[in-house]
């Protein structure tokens, strides 16, 4: 993903706009009232993905970004506690809300491993 070149923090201040755009925007096409997350809205996705990019370091590598990406994508597919709970919801809260659980506990799980890992591992 190009944006993880600008830095963590334009991923978080990019993750933070596109989750605010993404949200008004299924609020105002699906209404507060819908159970499904229709599979052609990705907004929820990109916004998911770059709050796990954001936990990278600066001028992190491909591997970095490659986990990243695997963990976000788990912790979407598998759904497990909160992310699980957040998908429950009805509405735009529902469609975002659950990659953003996801790419949370990703990054939160990122910024663990880099106080194990090796400086540059990442």
Do not use: Y
């Amino acid at each position: 993903m190009p944006a993880v070149l600008l830095g963590p923090m334009a991923c978080l201040l990019l993750a933070l706009a596109l989750a605010a755009l993404g949200w008004w925007a299924t609020r105002r096409l699906l209404g507060d009232d819908t159970a499904a997350d229709p599979n052609w809205v990705v907004v929820d996705e990109g916004a998911g993905q770059l709050l796990a990019l954001a936990a990278l370091p600066a001028g992190a590598g491909p591997w970095g970004v490659l986990l990243a990406f695997l963990l976000f994508r788990l912790f979407d597919i598998a759904k497990p506690g909160p992310v699980g709970w957040a998908d429950r919801r009805h509405g735009a809260h529902g469609v975002m809300l659950d990659d953003l659980v996801a790419g949370g506990l990703a990054a939160a799980l990122i910024l663990a491993l880099r106080q194990v890992l090796p400086p540059g591992l990442l």
